[in-house]
């Protein structure tokens, strides 16, 4: 065999280990190491959110607190109990306050003594629209501390008919 030959098959040789020693162990490293690289910017971009959250933390905390004692003035305000018939007697002297005319008044059922709570009251009233606005006025001003969950307004301009569902909050019952 001449020279050439053996420099040429060595080449071949060359080629062939470099392409299997490339395909077996380089290019499979080279790809768990992508992969890798792209695990890590997607633990990186958690890792940020969690160090924005950490940041955030104290001011949560804050505003916890302040939810908090906001909760307890409020609480403060609630009457300590409610009793049925105040109730019903309240919302008949709003009623008239406001100049509408109360043809219903339904209440929900009232929470165990003691627990803070609320009750649902049903009412239908009627009268002009300006009497309407003066009774929902009225609520505002309520003994209790009142909600209008829902309104349902029908009539005409002169006498108008509203049905309406209040939630009625209180610290505990008496009956």
Known sequence: ?????????????????????????VIPVYNKGKEYSN??????????YLLFLDKQLPRMELEEKKVNARLVELQEVLKPFIKEEELFLEMYNSAKKGGVELSSISL??????????????????SGSYTDLLSFL??????????????????????????????????RGVSK
């Open 1 to 25: 065999m001449s020279k050439k030959i053996k420099i040429g098959i060595a080449i071949i040789i060359y080629i062939i280990a470099s392409y299997y020693l490339v395909s077996t162990y």
């Open 39 to 48: 695990i890590l910017k997607d633990k990186k971009v958690e890792l940020n």
């Open 108 to 125: 929900g059922e009232i929470g165990a003594a003691g627990e803070n709570s609320m009750v649902n009251v049903s009412i239908n009233i």
């Open 137 to 170: 006025k009225e609520i505002e001003v309520f003994p209790y501390v009142i909600s209008v969950e829902r309104i349902n307004v029908s009539g005409r301009e002169n006498i108008l008919r509203a049905s309406m569902e209040l939630a009625v909050y209180f």
